[in-house]
């Protein structure tokens, strides 16, 4: 994926994660998925599925199409697990 979308995706998640000082593994464990799935997304070597779109978006409390409506800032509502 090195399109610009997938580019924007890519630092947009990235961005985040380093927001909230979270390794690649803490993150994958609120999104639900595989912890070596989010170092494939920054590097721009996976596309998300729709289902980890939805999976990214409900761990940070934003809805899909904010998550990737990148001209617009996230107020993201992070749920991190206990």
Do not use: C
Not at 9 to 35: C, H, M, N, W
Not at 62 to 73: C, Y
């Amino acid at each position: 994926m090195s399109s610009a979308i997938g580019k924007k995706f890519a630092y947009r998640l990235k961005t985040l994660r380093k927001k909230f000082g979270l390794s690649q593994e803490e993150l994958a464990e609120i999104f639900d998925v595989d912890p070596s799935y989010i170092g494939r997304l920054e590097r721009l070597e996976r596309n998300p599925s729709l289902e980890t779109l939805e999976r990214i978006a409900n761990g940070i409390g934003v809805k899909v199409h904010d998550l990737i409506n990148f001209d617009k800032e996230l107020e993201v509502n992070l749920k991190k697990p206990h």
